[in-house]
C-alpha cells in the first residue's frame, strides 16, 4: 500500500493502516523527540503523546500535505509542551526550597542527550532547540517551524541565528 493509500484506510477508521504509517515514520518522531528533550524516557513519551494525538486527529489530516512533517510537528509540539511543564515544575521546586530557606537546587529531571552534539542542543532554549531540530534534521522550511511554534517566519530566522551563533560558540569554546 502507498502512503496515501494508507492515510485514505486510516482516515476510514483502520488501525492497522495508521499503524504503517506510524512505522514509517517512527524512528524520525523518536530521533526529533530525543533532540528536544535531551532524555530518553521523555522523548519516547513524547513520541506516544504525538502518535495517539495523530491517530484521534488522523481525520482532520489534509491528504494534500505531507504525513512525515504532520507527524513531526505534533512530536514538536508534544515535546514544547512537556519542556514548559517541566520548567513550570522546577520553578515552584525551588520556590519551594526557597521558601523553607533551603539551596534552590533543583531535583534531576533527565539530562542531556548521549555525546556531544545531545550537550550541544541542551544548551540551547526549547524553542531554539525545537527550530534547530526541525531545520536541520528534519529538513522544515522557516514557515513551516513559524506555523508549528506559532510566531513569525522572522521569528523563527532569529531563534535558528541565535542557535547557531550558540553551537558554534560551544564548539569553539571546546564544551
Request: hydrophobic letters at 40%.
Amino acid at each position: 500500500m502507498t502512503e496515501s493509500e494508507l492515510i485514505r484506510s486510516a482516515q476510514l477508521g483502520d488501525r492497522d493502516a495508521f499503524a504503517g504509517l506510524v512505522s514509517c515514520h517512527e524512528k524520525k518522531l523518536l530521533a526529533l523527540c530525543w533532540n528536544m528533550m535531551g532524555d530518553r524516557e521523555e522523548a519516547r513519551d513524547a513520541a506516544q503523546d504525538a502518535m495517539l494525538q495523530a491517530f484521534q486527529n488522523i481525520d482532520r489530516f489534509d491528504a494534500g500535505r505531507s504525513f512525515v512533517k504532520w507527524l513531526l510537528g505534533i512530536g514538536a509540539k508534544r515535546c514544547l509542551d512537556r519542556l514548559r511543564r517541566r520548567r513550570t515544575f522546577l520553578k515552584y521546586f525551588q520556590d519551594y526550597g526557597r521558601e523553607r530557606g533551603q539551596p534552590a537546587a533543583a531535583p534531576a529531571m533527565g539530562g542531556p542527550g548521549d555525546g556531544r552534539a545531545g550537550r550541544l542542543l541542551q544548551k540551547l532554549s526549547p524553542r531554539e532547540r525545537a527550530a534547530i531540530s526541525l531545520a536541520v534534521f528534519e529538513d522544515f522550511s522557516a514557515r513551516e517551524i513559524a506555523d508549528l511554534q506559532g510566531c513569525s517566519e522572522n521569528t523563527v530566522r532569529v531563534r535558528l541565528f541565535n542557535a547557531r551563533m550558540k553551537l558554534k560558540k560551544e564548539v569553539a569554546d571546546g564544551l
